[in-house]
């Protein structure tokens, strides 16, 4: 769904709450499909950047597009002098593949991951840098007449952002009408799913889960909003804890406090793990 939707519209928004999986879905679903070939209408070939835009978007956008297209720019741009060719106007990006055209004829992958860091910074004087941001993205995603009669349109983008942020992105000319063409709400994982989440990583690593451990997990998960980084870190410590054996067991799971108690079980363990010292800096803190 999120590859038939970038496909037609060239932007995407993966908007959900905290810890839903929005940035897991995009970069082991859609990414992973387009590099398998399952966007029929663009090129087979794709280079992929995958940013966070922070306080200096421009700058973390340079580094990435170096980083990822070499030898295409590598040669000719530093950070720096790429930071300010993508400053110069919104079709920047056009203009950097119209000079410099991908090898293979693939297809530019943006991603912009925790799109709503952008918001924070707004009023910390980056206004203006934001703006020139978000419209640098919005155009590179739009067709780009490079001959009479013929258009470059081989930039697509893709963006997550918490949806409690969705309200913000009004403030900028253009994106709360892309974000309306290209809204992808993530949704909750069903029992099925989550079941896949807990075996299939077992399956992959010749491991073993106990059936009470796996119906205790869903029963716990089931009703939790946060359920997907509270499942990731109680599997991650009950591997932890069978590395040597690979068999989850439900008493490894009560041990840990199961799915409500397991980060503060984990707190504590490690508070107590400090020194006096530590401690008392880790209380004030």
Same mark, same amino acid.
Request: glycine share 6%; proline share 4%; net charge negative.
């Given at each position: ?28 679903g ?12 663009? &090129? ?6 995958e ?23 590598a ?15 919104s079709? &920047? ?5 119209? !000079?410099?055209?991908?090898? +293979? ?11 709503? !860091? ?8 980056? #206004?203006? !840098? ?14 780009y ?8 349109h &081989? ?12 309200? #913000? ?12 063409q290209?809204?992808?709400?993530t ?31 869903? #029963? ?24 040597d054996?690979?068999? $989850?067991?439900?008493? +490894? ?10 980060? &503060?079980s ?17 209380? $004030?803190?």
């Amino acid at each position: 769904e999120l590859i038939a939707r970038l496909g037609s519209q060239h932007f995407l928004a993966v908007i959900g709450n905290s810890g839903c999986g929005k940035s897991s879905l995009v970069k082991t679903g859609l990414m992973a499909g387009l590099e398998a070939g399952l966007l029929a209408t663009a &090129s087979s070939y794709w280079r992929i950047v995958e940013l966070r835009p922070g306080n200096h978007p421009f700058q973390a956008l340079a580094e990435k597009l170096l980083d990822e297209l070499q030898p295409e720019l590598a040669d000719h741009y530093s950070a720096s002098s790429l930071q300010q060719r993508l400053r110069q106007g919104s079709l &920047s990006l056009h203009e950097l593949l119209a !000079e410099h055209p991908l090898a +293979d004829n693939a297809q530019l992958l943006i991603v912009c991951d925790q799109f709503e !860091e952008l918001f924070r910074y707004v009023g910390q004087g980056a #206004d203006f !840098e934001a703006a020139n941001f978000v419209s640098l993205l919005l155009a590179g995603s739009k067709a780009y007449p490079i001959n009479p009669g013929q258009v470059a349109h &081989s930039i697509y983008v893709v963006i997550t952002m918490r949806s409690d942020f969705l309200s #913000d992105c009004a403030q900028f000319a253009g994106l709360a009408e892309a974000i309306n063409q290209g809204l992808y709400l993530t949704p909750r994982l069903n029992a099925q799913q989550l079941r896949a989440a807990i075996e299939e990583p077992a399956l992959v690593c010749a491991g073993e889960i106990e059936p009470a451990v796996i119906s205790q997990l869903l #029963d716990d998960a089931e009703t939790n909003p946060d359920q997907l980084p509270l499942l990731q870190h109680v599997l991650m410590r009950l591997w932890d804890l069978a590395k040597d054996h690979k068999h $989850i067991t439900l008493t +490894d799971y009560e041990q840990l406090g199961g799915l409500d108690q397991v980060l &503060s079980s984990h707190a504590d363990e490690v508070y107590r793990a400090l020194s006096k010292r530590q401690q008392k800096l880790a209380h $004030i803190s």
